[in-house]
């Protein structure tokens, strides 16, 4: 059976609109909850607008729909190729092409996007012997962070050419695109087979994790693990940093921090905490720059928790940084301030 065509001379909103008109009032109340403010303005919008609409449309809205939702379950479930192969047996080459390309676009299936969840040591020793262009393609297609940390560990005489060849870069078919994806899937799944273990996982990973969560989620994890594995938590708890340990660094590390760290942003990560965190920073600074700072937290009025904890990060996050730089020693596992060094 032919697979039915989609409707014609309608954007995406106002297939949506359809949609949703077909669903019914009670189906699109719930569907909105899941919006945001303003896609339900643009699709409001767009049913307001629709008029009489077709049962043709009204029909072909709700297959096309289907079939979309049909592929990314299939894509879920079995990966891209698998869908492709579900969706041809199914609709024919030309309209599984077309359902596949609007879901991919949907879902931000990028390609290469099983690296991104590859170990960064075995990446680059898998890519050391690819030809510098492919590297080039590969690092294009992921993201900045992944891409330098890709590249700087590369052997030396091949980070100048594969950065060369990045910047050249010109548009490349998605058959290209896709042929390399496939082939190199097939073989870094075939070096990871060969390996008897793979290092992943374990308490560091799980602290590197949560160091960079929300608080509230940190929370949530580290309540349940308390219940569930108290040893296990007490580990976790002894390797992690949170901002509130602020009070454990030494006077000259927590000077060091300051100077990295802006008056409003300080203010505003001090924002409800304790006096004992309040008062160990005010010590670390001049009478003249506490009482600013002290002024700043008193006027700035009622702020966001999670507005607070983001802040409280971003601190956090320049204290490794110092750490990692050498320039300030964290004590893990609750030792006192006189274990830290500048």
């Known amino acids: 059976m032919r697979a039915p065509a989609p409707p014609m001379g309608l954007n995406n909103r106002q297939k949506a609109a359809i949609l949703m008109v077909a669903l019914g009032p009670e189906a699109i109340a719930r569907v909105l909850r899941h919006m945001a403010e303003e896609e339900i303005e643009a ?33 879920a479930e079995g990966g891209v190729e698998q869908a492709r192969k579900t969706l041809i047996a199914a609709f024919g080459q030309e309209r599984a092409e077309e359902i596949l390309g609007k879901v991919m676009q949907a879902l931000q299936v990028l390609p290469f996007d099983f690296l991104k969840k590859a170990d960064l040591s075995q ?56 042929e390399i994806e496939r082939v190199l899937e097939k073989k870094m799944a075939n070096a990871l087979v060969s390996q008897t273990y793979t290092e992943v996982g374990g308490v560091k990973s799980l602290v590197e994790m949560l160091n960079w969560v929300d608080r509230a989620t940190e929370r949530t994890i580290m309540e349940t693990l308390t219940d569930t594995n108290p040893d296990l938590a007490e580990e976790i708890k002894n390797m992690m940093f949170v901002f509130e340990d ?38 670390n600074m001049s009478e003249r720059a506490a009482n600013m700072l002290r002024e700043e937290i008193e006027f700035m009025g009622p702020v966001r928790l999670r507005s607070v ?14 750490e990692e730089a050498g320039e300030v020693v964290i004590s893990r596992g609750g030792a006192g301030g006189d274990e830290f060094i500048a």
Do not use: W
């Not at 009204?58 to 894509?75: D, K, L, T």
């Open 123 to 178: 990446l680059v020793a898998f890519l050391r012997d690819e030809h510098p262009q492919t590297i080039a393609l590969i690092l294009a297609h992921l993201g900045p962070g992944q891409s330098a940390n890709i590249i700087s560990n590369l052997p030396q005489e091949m980070r100048a050419e594969v950065a060369h060849r990045i910047a050249i870069m010109d548009r490349t078919p998605p058959e290209v695109i896709r």
């Open 43 to 75: 699709v409001t919008l767009e049913i307001a607008r629709l008029g009489r609409i077709s049962s043709g449309d009204r029909r072909q809205s709700v297959i096309e729909f289907y079939q979309m939702c049909m592929a990314q379950e299939v894509i």
């Open 309 to 322: 904890e983001e802040s409280q990060q971003r601190i956090v996050g320049i204290i490794r940084r110092l």
């Open 246 to 283: 602020v009070t454990t660094l030494d006077d000259p590390s927590i000077q060091k921090v300051l100077r990295e760290v802006d008056t409003k942003e300080l203010a505003l990560a001090l924002k409800g905490v304790g006096e004992e965190v309040q008062n160990r920073i005010f010590k």
